[in-house]
């Protein structure tokens, strides 16, 4: 999974403070996701991007924001860190096919605590 | 609403013998499923998939089956090896939908 980097890939910060995740790929892909875990559940999406115009809200996007910075970077903002955002993070890219999800690639994930 | 859910959280099977994960969705409106390993430390791989409109599936060592009378579905792997050890998600997409929704996860061992 080099093709999708994430940095860092810990990160503990204090409540309330700014905090950004970055994930990159070399896969030439348009789409790009975050993704949040917490332990015990499955992977819950928090913001997706099919191009550099586009962003789309997913499922627990509160609290978050999300910047695609060129077709290969995009980045997740926590404005102000809160101890409940303590979780693992992925990225994950896909290309255009038609099934999408066959081709998702994640990257190594970033572990989060906030203090 | 969306909602994937697993039956078990944990399954340990000895080296070599089968192993099947189960996994349980509730919308009806889902026309894909998938099935992603997660090794520790690491991110989701991709597995196997399958299509609504299809019961069965095989791979190398695994097969899917999807009963949409029940709305479950599963994940056999054969001869399982050490290296099978991991936590299974299953997903779905909705019809017409260009995201995932995950299960909770069940975290497979395999003892020597």
């Known amino acids: 999974d080099a093709d999708v980097t994430q940095t860092p890939r810990n990160r503990i910060t204090k409540t309330g403070k700014r905090i950004m995740l970055e994930c990159s790929q070399t896969?030439?892909?348009?789409?790009m996701y975050w993704y949040r875990q917490d332990p015990g559940l499955g992977l819950r999406l928090i913001y997706y991007?099919?191009?550099?115009?586009?962003?789309n809200k997913g499922e627990i996007s509160d609290g978050y924001s999300v910047s695609r910075q060129a077709q290969a970077k995009f980045s997740l903002s926590l404005e102000s860190a809160i101890p409940n955002q303590t979780a693992l993070y992925f990225c994950?890219?896909?290309?255009?096919?038609?099934?999408?999800?066959?081709?998702?690639?994640f990257g190594p994930g970033t572990r989060l605590l906030v203090l | 609403g969306e909602s994937v859910g697993l039956h078990l959280p944990t399954l340990s099977v000895q080296e070599g013998d089968n192993s099947i994960i189960n996994c349980a969705y509730s919308?009806?409106?889902?026309?894909?499923f998938i099935w992603y390993k997660q090794e520790s430390g690491k991110g989701p791989q991709f597995i196997i998939d399958?299509?609504?409109?299809?019961d069965k599936r095989q791979g190398q060592r695994v097969t899917v089956l999807l009963n949409k009378t029940v709305k479950h579905l599963s994940l056999q792997i054969a001869a399982t090896q050490p290296g099978d050890s991991a936590v299974y998600f299953c997903?779905?997409?909705?019809?017409?939908?260009?995201?995932?929704?995950f299960g909770q996860g069940t975290r497979l061992t395999i003892n020597p």
């Open positions: 896969k030439g892909h348009d789409r």
């Open positions: 399958i299509r609504s409109n299809m």
């Open positions: 919308n009806s409106a889902s026309d894909y």
């Open positions: 997903a779905e997409i909705l019809q017409g939908a260009q995201k995932l929704v």
């Open positions: 991007s099919f191009d550099v115009k586009d962003i």
């Open positions: 994950a890219t896909s290309g255009r096919g038609y099934r999408p999800q066959e081709t998702q690639y």
